[in-house]
């Protein structure tokens, strides 16, 4: 869709230095203007910035509804444009896997989504992204992930290393194990050959991620660190540059990620279900400790709008620090500096948020509707111009 005209939304609580106040927001050029422009008027409704999402993986349900039953890249790639945009989504980065284990999450893979994500983002309603999790046991890839890095212009990588859990699993729980080479599409022999590959390739990791590092600060990427299980492992990364820790697996390595000043990343469907899926810390457990910085939709994109009311509801913090959680505090953490806030200059990226159902009924990306719904989307349809502009 092309950009709105000219607006200037009135009546709703704007959420701007630090609280929600009755202001107007004007948009212009696809930025936060200033000055009198046509008018939508919103009474009743909440505009927060919109939510920048830095880890999702919930993407691939959209490729492939079943493991082994995948589905036309571009059209997956649609399906979950339409969905973020629905729950207040204008930035995501999509977490794709670059690992030993092959299928979906092989380098090739990785590749194939970079490529088809490349040809859809020029009729995007999100700005969609993509964020890399290598494995960091994949040592002979390494040349090739620095080159997809720099052709594609990833800008945010991570490092895994889920090479244990796998050994252990192959060596004692073979229906797991089974399961897992199915979901693949593997034999469990063949799994079986990847995770010996791979830890054969032990010795070779330490200098891999000086390589990668040094690489990537060379192209200004973003680098951090998946499940972090113990302070060593925070540390070694931090020594090398990967600065942010992604979901750090007990309250520990959170407390020294905070203590290195190393941003903490947790899941929002954490907070919504108060406890991980896999057993892990709770995310509600750092962010009362003051060691989480941010929230990530992980498997569930519409988990990120509810994490931020539950804080709320639970008395943890009012909705200004709740929603920066979702959309000021990642952007701020990947240097992103036109957006997550409401602010004169920086793009239009912002929620309509009805505050009696807390339900998103408007998303505007980069000044262009991206979503539109409920007695909202009548208000802005009243405007003529952007009645036109749907009718065309």
Same mark, same amino acid.
């Given at each position: 869709?092309?950009?709105?005209?000219?607006?200037?939304?009135?009546?709703?609580?704007?959420?701007?230095?630090?609280?929600?106040?009755?202001?107007?927001?004007?948009?212009?050029?696809?930025?936060?203007?200033?000055?009198?422009?046509?008018?939508?008027?919103?009474?009743?409704?909440?505009?927060?910035?919109?939510?920048?999402?830095?880890?999702?993986?919930?993407?691939?349900?959209?490729?492939?509804?079943?493991?082994?039953?995948?589905?036309?890249?571009?059209?997956?790639?649609?399906?979950?444009?339409?969905?973020?945009?629905?729950?207040?989504?204008?930035?995501?980065?999509?977490?794709?896997?670059?690992?030993?284990?092959?299928?979906?999450?092989?380098?090739?893979?990785?590749?194939?989504?970079?490529?088809?994500?490349?040809?859809?983002?020029?009729?995007?309603?999100?700005?969609?992204?993509?964020?890399?999790?290598?494995?960091?046991?994949?040592?002979?890839?390494?040349? &090739? @992930?620095? *080159? #997809?890095?720099? !052709?594609?212009? =990833?800008? $945010?990588?991570?490092?895994? %290393?889920?090479?244990? /859990?796998?050994?252990?699993?192959?060596?004692?729980?073979?229906?797991?194990?089974?399961?897992?080479?199915?979901?693949?599409?593997?034999?469990?022999?063949?799994?079986?050959?990847?995770?010996?590959?791979?830890?054969?390739?032990?010795?070779?990791?330490?200098?891999?991620?000086? &390589? @990668?590092? *040094? #690489?990537?600060? !060379?192209?200004? =990427?973003? $680098?951090?660190?998946?499940? %972090?299980?113990?302070? /060593?492992?925070?540390?070694?990364?931090?020594?090398?540059?990967?600065?942010?820790?992604?979901?750090?697996?007990?309250?520990?390595?959170?407390?020294?990620?905070?203590?290195?000043?190393?941003?903490?990343?947790?899941?929002?469907?954490?907070?919504?279900?108060?406890?991980?899926?896999?057993?892990?810390?709770?995310?509600?457990?750092?962010?009362?400790?003051?060691?989480?910085?941010?929230?990530?939709?992980?498997?569930?994109?519409?988990?990120?709008?509810?994490?931020?009311?539950?804080?709320?509801?639970?008395?943890?913090?009012?909705?200004?620090?709740?929603?920066?959680?979702?959309?000021?505090?990642?952007?701020?953490?990947?240097?992103?500096?036109?957006?997550?806030?409401?602010?004169?200059?920086?793009?239009?990226?912002?929620?309509?948020?009805?505050?009696?159902?807390?339900?998103?009924?408007?998303?505007?990306?980069?000044?262009?509707?991206?979503?539109?719904?409920?007695?909202?989307?009548?208000?802005?349809?009243?405007?003529?111009?952007?009645?036109?502009?749907?009718?065309?």
């Amino acid at each position: 869709m092309s950009q709105l005209p000219p607006l200037r939304l009135t009546g709703a609580l704007i959420l701007q230095d630090g609280s929600l106040q009755p202001r107007s927001l004007s948009l212009a050029e696809g930025k936060i203007a200033e000055g009198v422009m046509p008018e939508v008027n919103l009474p009743g409704y909440l505009i927060l910035p919109g939510i920048v999402d830095l880890h999702g993986d919930g993407f691939e349900h959209h490729m492939a509804p079943r493991p082994t039953a995948p589905f036309p890249m571009a059209s997956g790639l649609a399906s979950f444009d339409r969905e973020a945009a629905a729950h207040g989504v204008t930035t995501a980065y999509l977490a794709q896997s670059w690992s030993w284990e092959g299928a979906h999450r092989a380098p090739a893979h990785a590749e194939a989504i970079m490529t088809a994500l490349e040809e859809y983002q020029p009729r995007a309603l999100t700005d969609l992204r993509i964020q890399i999790r290598a494995e960091t046991h994949l040592v002979q890839e390494t040349d &090739r @992930l620095i *080159d #997809a890095v720099q !052709r594609f212009k =990833v800008g $945010y990588v991570v490092f895994n %290393d889920h090479l244990e /859990e796998g050994l252990q699993m192959w060596r004692t729980d073979e229906a797991r194990f089974d399961h897992w080479a199915r979901r693949l599409g593997k034999r469990p022999r063949d799994l079986a050959d990847s995770i010996a590959l791979a830890r054969d390739s032990h010795d070779e990791v330490p200098r891999s991620l000086r &390589r @990668l590092a *040094d #690489a990537f600060d !060379r192209m200004g =990427v973003h $680098y951090g660190s998946h499940d %972090d299980p113990d302070m /060593e492992t925070r540390e070694t990364y931090r020594m090398i540059g990967a600065r942010i820790a992604e979901f750090p697996l007990t309250p520990r390595v959170a407390a020294g990620a905070f203590a290195m000043q190393s941003p903490v990343i947790m899941g929002a469907p954490n907070v919504v279900r108060g406890q991980s899926q896999a057993g892990n810390v709770s995310a509600m457990e750092l962010i009362l400790a003051g060691h989480c910085d941010a929230l990530v939709s992980d498997y569930h994109v519409p988990a990120l709008s509810m994490a931020a009311w539950a804080l709320v509801d639970r008395g943890v913090m009012e909705i200004a620090r709740a929603w920066a959680m979702i959309s000021t505090n990642p952007a701020r953490i990947l240097a992103l500096a036109d957006r997550g806030r409401l602010e004169p200059g920086l793009r239009a990226d912002l929620v309509v948020v009805k505050a009696e159902t807390r339900a998103i009924e408007a998303t505007i990306t980069a000044g262009r509707l991206s979503y539109l719904s409920g007695e909202a989307g009548q208000r802005f349809l009243a405007q003529p111009q952007i009645a036109r502009m749907a009718a065309e």
